[in-house]
């Protein structure tokens, strides 16, 4: 089993403000930071995968 210590792990730096708004909008929905982050990790990667499958599905229309 792979314990927390033994992931890789990052950094990032935050400005106040966003900060603030990250605390805010999440403070309910989470127990720390970390899940925060990684939730919104998540949702970009699969917004990203979602708009990258359109952009080809357009694509391969277009070559139609």
């Not at 930071?33 to 979602?50: D, F, N």
């Amino acid at each position: 089993k792979i314990m927390p210590t033994d992931k890789p792990r990052y950094t990032i730096t935050l400005d106040e403000e966003m900060l603030k708004k990250l605390m805010i909008s999440f403070e309910n929905r989470f127990p720390n930071r970390t899940q925060v982050t990684l939730e919104l990790i998540r949702i970009g990667m699969e917004t990203l995968e979602k708009q990258e499958a359109q952009k080809n599905k357009s694509s391969s229309k277009e070559i139609k």
